[in-house]
């Protein structure tokens, strides 16, 4: 575990901290936190930022009732993060993701198939990854951006010589491609994820953001209103996960 601090001059690394033979439950992390405050000194601290862990919020109620005058609050690209999981798990979003995810394994997986790829788009797709769902948005606006690439890639004489769309994985591959329904949850989720994603990018930042946070997060709200032409019944779930975060 790292612990950093943060001042008027910067950025300062504290300690780094092996804590993987320890049980990390809230009072463990209570102790470490409590420890490095005493260190610094209680009047330098103003607030303790770490991820949104149960054990966290745990530590933190331990820390008000010792310290009510330093406030502990979760990491705001973190809180965002987890919106984006949470939309994620939603079933239009989660069946869109998990095939986007299995066609790109497909592309990925045959270097015949990959070098044609590449000669249709000119560049590689983004690949969705495994943890942070941003990077899930990124690979579904990377499809959404090469869609008539893909739709001529699955076409082409080339992609059909090759015979993989005559095997299991490629077969279900040209019919993700030639789905209606399937580039209809593309856009959907990207509705959903990208005025959120555009959120993130900020809270990641350089640039002290913090004061923005909520501005951004109605801007973002009534961004997702707009692209579903205030249909309520469309973006409502996805509001109560913003509010609920």
């Known amino acids: 575990m790292n612990l950093v601090v943060h001042s008027a001059y910067g950025v300062c690394f504290l300690e780094s901290v092996d804590c993987?033979?320890?049980?990390?439950?809230g009072k463990y992390i209570f102790e470490l936190v409590d420890r490095c405050i005493c260190d610094i000194?209680?009047?330098?601290?103003?607030?303790?930022?770490?991820?949104?862990?149960?054990?966290?919020?745990?530590?933190?109620?331990?820390?008000?009732?010792?310290?009510?005058?330093?406030?502990?609050?979760?990491?705001?690209?973190?809180?965002?993060?987890?919106?984006?999981?949470?939309?994620?798990?939603l079933p239009l979003v989660d069946e869109t993701i998990s095939k986007a995810r299995s066609l790109t394994v497909f592309l990925y997986a045959h270097t015949r198939v990959l070098n044609l790829m590449r000669k249709f788009f000119g560049k590689d797709l983004v690949r969705c990854g495994t943890?942070?769902?941003?990077?899930?948005?990124?690979?579904?606006?990377?499809?959404?951006?090469?869609k008539k690439q893909l739709m001529r890639l699955f076409r082409s004489d080339e992609m059909n010589e090759m015979g993989y769309l005559k095997k299991v994985k490629g077969k279900a591959a040209n019919k993700i491609v030639k789905s209606d329904t399937f580039w209809k949850g593309v856009d959907c989720a990207i509705n959903f994820f990208e005025p959120l994603v555009?959120?993130?990018?900020r809270?990641?930042?350089?640039?002290?953001?913090?004061?923005?946070l909520y501005g951004c997060l109605l801007?973002?709200?009534?961004?997702?209103?707009?692209?579903?032409?205030?249909?309520?019944?469309?973006?409502?779930?996805?509001?109560?996960?913003i509010d609920k975060r």
Not at 131 to 146: E, G, I, P, W
Not at 198 to 201: E, H
Not at 203 to 212: C, H, K, L, N
Request: net charge negative; hydrophobic share 40%; with cysteine.
């Open 203 to 212: 809270m990641d930042s350089d640039v002290p953001a913090m004061g923005f």
């Open 131 to 146: 943890t942070r769902f941003a990077t899930a948005y990124l690979n579904l606006k990377s499809m959404q951006d090469n």
């Open 41 to 89: 000194g209680e009047q330098h601290v103003v607030q303790v930022v770490t991820d949104n862990a149960r054990v966290n919020e745990t530590a933190a109620s331990m820390l008000r009732a010792k310290r009510p005058s330093i406030f502990w609050n979760g990491c705001a690209a973190h809180c965002i993060d987890l919106m984006l999981e949470d939309i994620g798990k």
């Open 198 to 201: 555009n959120v993130l990018r």
């Open 219 to 241: 801007e973002a709200k009534n961004d997702i209103f707009e692209r579903f032409d205030n249909e309520q019944t469309k973006f409502q779930e996805v509001f109560n996960i």
């Open 20 to 25: 993987s033979a320890a049980r990390k439950d």
